[in-house]
């Protein structure tokens, strides 16, 4: 995978979470700040987008 990878899945799948986290995904806050969202966004680590909005340590 190169830098503008991304991935998404479920929020309660917690083994995939802890599986992209592992490898250096940042999850983002989407689709808005406050929002319980049913998907998850996560982002590798020089994805491009990652100075343009916000993400979760």
Known sequence: ???RAWAVT??????????FRCRGRRRTVYPQPGA???QIVLL???????SEIPVLP
């Open 44 to 50: 590798a680590p020089r994805h491009p987008a990652l």
């Open 1 to 3: 995978m190169d830098d």
């Open 10 to 19: 479920d929020h309660q799948d917690a083994a995939a979470l802890n599986f």
């Open 36 to 38: 319980r969202p049913t």
